[in-house]
């Protein structure tokens, strides 16, 4: 008798067990890395473009901006090309790529981009830009300041910002750069000198157009103009990205910046 009790226990366990196990989804294989730095995209989103209560475009939300990551001449206009001084060239062709800022985890400041997303958030004072990657932000005075005077004006890896409108365009400009920031992945260089004009434009509910305009006598022999495209990331948030907790890229990098670099030419 017993040992038909103790059947009948291990019959109906097994069956408790298989009828909780048929409730219960569990993958074979892990998800996809969604949120890994090279594969995030945003999907198009559509509709007319929101305004705040005081009629100029709405900027915030989240949005991914992947043009010019490798090679900030992606956003030139076809036919362009960077006027680099001479001294620019002499600088970049001495460029190890393990001497790129990002990977010893420093900010990528403007006009650089990064495969990650980022927040604007508009006060009546302020624009903040919050940058999921090196976990870095921007602020923009909307204040109506100006730029302190060059004697008073510290250099940082942001710069200094100020932003007005134009219409339906916000215009940010920004001097007072830290020299040792890099364009891109390729390795293109600024001086202290650079003086940047962002023009932000909110074509509609999903794009987001950026022309960044770079002046920088001492670095380029003449300005010359950024063009991009941000699209809106709907129900997405920003993730805590800590790049100096296990970053182990760093001892893999080899090479120069720029191996190709002997073919650039020298602006004109």
């Not at 366990?13 to 890395?33: F, G, K, Y």
């Not at 929101?50 to 989240?62: F, W």
């Not at 000198?193 to 509910?205: G, N, P, Q, S």
């Amino acid at each position: 008798m017993r040992n038909h009790r103790a059947v009948f226990a291990i019959v109906a366990a097994i069956a408790v067990t298989a009828a909780v196990q048929a409730q219960i989804s569990v993958p074979t294989t892990p998800p996809p890395t969604a949120r890994a730095g090279g594969n995030i995209t945003a999907k198009p989103t559509v509709g007319p473009l929101p305004r705040q209560a005081n009629g100029r475009p709405d900027l915030t939300g989240l949005w991914l901006r992947r043009g010019g990551i490798g090679d900030i001449r992606q956003g030139l206009k076809p036919g362009e090309t960077l006027p680099l001084l001479p001294e620019t060239v002499a600088r970049m062709r001495k460029l190890r790529a393990n001497e790129d800022p990002q990977l010893h985890c420093l900010p990528l400041p403007t006009p650089r981009a990064n495969p990650y997303p980022f927040r604007m958030v508009e006060t009546p004072t302020h624009l903040f830009i919050l940058n999921e990657s090196m976990h870095g932000y921007r602020q923009v005075f909307m204040d109506g300041r100006a730029h302190p005077p060059a004697d008073e004006l510290v250099p940082s890896w942001q710069g200094h910002s100020v932003g007005r409108w134009e219409g339906d365009t916000l215009v940010v400009d920004t001097v007072g750069f830290h020299p040792s920031t890099w364009f891109d992945n390729y390795g293109h260089l600024h001086s202290e000198k650079m003086h940047t004009i962002e023009r932000f434009t909110r074509r509609d509910l999903g794009n987001l157009d950026i022309d960044i305009t770079v002046d920088d006598p001492g670095a380029y022999s003449r300005p010359f103009t950024l063009h991009f495209n941000a699209q809106l990331m709907p129900g997405n948030e920003l993730m805590e990205y800590i790049c100096e907790e296990n970053n182990q890229d760093l001892a893999f990098i080899e090479g120069l910046a720029a191996p190709g670099l002997e073919a650039e030419k020298t602006g004109k």
